[in-house]
């Protein structure tokens, strides 16, 4: 259940309250990836005091590892992973398209290409040999696991009884997402079998709703609008998508080939979509990407960047170029400061730049917690930064100081 | 500074305190190694609370990276890592040659074998080609880096120097580690090169006695007994080692091949130490070693062992099968008890069986600090039963309810 507490006077930007089974969160808020049922590197007993408050868990991984059963019967993803605080599980939709095809075929987040059933440029086909590793087909996704060569089947009303076992609060259907190499036609097949899928979904769900033998009977399912970069498809996607009783709605798929054409797609759909329901943006979170979407009335976006960054060495710092810094650089050689010393992370009160340069380049295990941590609070030290913003309508002013100019 | 304060009426067994420069040990204790100045997995600030009170870090590795300079420069060991208590360095002698000959040998633990400098059997030479890594002579040794192919020359002097600037509280002086292959005639000359080493480094010690430019001017030197399995050997590195001005004692080197000869060796060494002197057992720390050594008053002992089995899926149980089980075994899929549930870990409090197996097999990183602070911590509290048995003259008993017979 969503509340809006606040709209700003100048863009869509709002601040709110989504209320789930398993708490509160306050909007807009960025949202951790746990796709395992664990952010990486961080123990779930960590998360709250960095002040996150919602999680995104993935369907298709826990499905494939170790089961929603074995979830179920450890009290859902709340009993198991011991967070105890709200979350997502996204639909693995995404992985079984990207982890599938995409990899078998080396095209990185594009969308699956079948002989006959796509229309893709030649470039996303080249690399491709052996059977497909994914087919689609009105029913839902086929699939071979790339861990172990097993099958498996995705279908809408599968995908929901599986997230309905793993008990995450809100929960996205079976989409299908488009890449920015499929043209207009295939784009358009796909959106119209999404929304028929979205459908199905959605009777799936209510079919299994308030069912006690589920771990988390107080689900919310949010609908997913899709279209990719196109202007008329994104537009019809929203109206078909907005009118389902769905609790709340994800921009999926596609968002086009630039941070404009991302802007375009958030302007075509988030105006049309109900007021009163929260939007999330799926895998988005850089921080200029978080300003663009928040003023344009983005309640929750999810991405893996701030712990991928992390793990990585590159560290946020307000101040610095690109708001980070790299660890593996060899100017922190002696650094004796934090990483930023304004910061309250527990890594910030307790490490040098010099000593987790050197957990880093000695790659310790200790290093991904301690980076990962400092940026998960960054994140969240940023959220509350832009809803204090917007509660006093200054949100473009904001912005500027960090440097970004809203349009 | 070693105090003891109870003996056992029964045994060598006995209870201290290690005074240092960054607070008390309470001896017997087992020291958790952080080779890199960083418990794999464990951020510093968690080990306190696991009861942890002494770490060793390694020499060689940390002159390698980020060097002795680089921490020097950040307050040493404890300024650079966070790590407030009570610190040891190895002298990285070991590394050096098992390291160095051991990987390019192929030979595990075994120690350096050269054209002319070894007589250690055939098996050890096989699979050897090309120049060695390690060269020693009288004046020290001389490695290259398996890392980037940098030479290096280690003496007793420089290895003081590094250690100096690296300011754990025990230092070790530069030794040379035979394996259980060298034959009597090389073990000899090995121990009275150790021995002629130890002299050195004992002087360099002194040289640098209270200098204030180090980070920890008052650290202490501890002597290392070698002679491998010989008993004449050990006797007599124990009545030369032992005289010398050193604050205390390690065991070190080739204990044999078997748990026994490992017994005789400390039965060899340890009555001939002198008593006022605290001893360390170096690289031991199975559960049943650790009985064996403290009966036979051994204060201290370092292992990896317990750090590296939870990594690999194997945390401690006492009550299971050699007191441990391991996370990966089908049967815990669906267990929704803690490791122990009579453990006060931060992980049995929070995190279930069935998790942690599912961490541990999609190789999540959290799961290898959750898995490593339940093995330190029943470390710790292996060691407080001890402590409180050996106060109570019942050591022999203790054992014996861990399944032990103390001989």
């Not at 050689?333 to 880093?360: E, F, K, N, V, W």
């Amino acid at each position: 259940m969503f509340r809006e507490l606040h709209r700003s006077t100048h863009s869509p930007a709002r601040i709110g309250e989504l209320v789930t089974p398993h708490g509160v969160v306050r909007t807009p808020t960025f949202v951790a990836v746990a796709t395992r049922a664990s952010v990486k590197g961080v123990e779930p007993a960590a998360l709250a005091g960095l002040g996150l408050e919602l999680l995104i868990a993935n369907t298709y991984h826990l499905h494939m590892r170790p089961g929603e059963d074995v979830v179920a019967s450890l009290g859902g993803l709340h009993g198991f992973s011991g967070w105890r605080g709200p979350t997502m599980t996204d639909s693995g939709g995404f992985q079984v398209f990207s982890l599938g095809a995409g990899k078998e075929h080396g095209v990185g987040k594009v969308a699956p290409i079948f002989p006959g059933e796509s229309d893709a440029t030649p470039a996303a086909l080249a690399g491709r040999d052996g059977p497909p590793l994914v087919r689609l087909s009105e029913a839902g996704a086929w699939f071979r696991s790339v861990v172990d060569g097993s099958e498996h089947t995705f279908t809408p009303e599968s995908v929901i009884t599986i997230e309905r076992k793993l008990g995450a609060d809100i929960i996205l259907p079976l989409d299908e997402c488009t890449s920015p190499l499929h043209d207009y036609g295939y784009t358009r097949a796909a959106m119209e079998r999404t929304h028929r899928w979205a459908r199905r979904a959605l009777e799936a769900f209510q079919l299994l709703a308030d069912d006690p033998t589920f771990p988390n009977p107080g689900q919310e399912l949010y609908g997913i609008v899709q279209g990719g970069a196109y202007e008329d498809l994104r537009r019809e996607s929203t109206d078909v998508i907005g009118e389902m009783d769905f609790a709340g709605f994800a921009i999926g798929g596609s968002l086009g080939r630039s941070k404009d054409d991302m802007w375009r797609v958030l302007d075509w759909t988030i105006p049309s979509l109900p007021q009163d329901k929260p939007r999330h943006l799926l895998g988005i979170g850089e921080i200029e990407d978080i300003f663009a979407a928040v003023s344009r009335g983005v309640d929750t976006f999810d991405c893996a960047a701030p712990t991928r960054m992390a793990r990585n060495g590159s560290v946020f710092l307000r101040d610095a170029p690109r708001h980070r810094i790299h660890l593996r650089n060899a100017a922190f050689r002696l650094d004796d400061r934090p990483i930023d010393p304004g910061c309250d992370c527990p890594t910030c009160a307790q490490h040098s730049r010099a000593y987790l340069q050197h957990l880093c380049r000695s790659g310790e295990l200790s290093y991904y917690r301690l980076a990962t941590l400092h940026n998960l609070r960054f994140m969240a030290r940023l959220m509350d930064e832009i809803r204090e913003a917007i509660a006093a309508d200054r949100l473009e002013t904001l912005a500027k100081e960090w440097g970004f100019h809203l349009t």
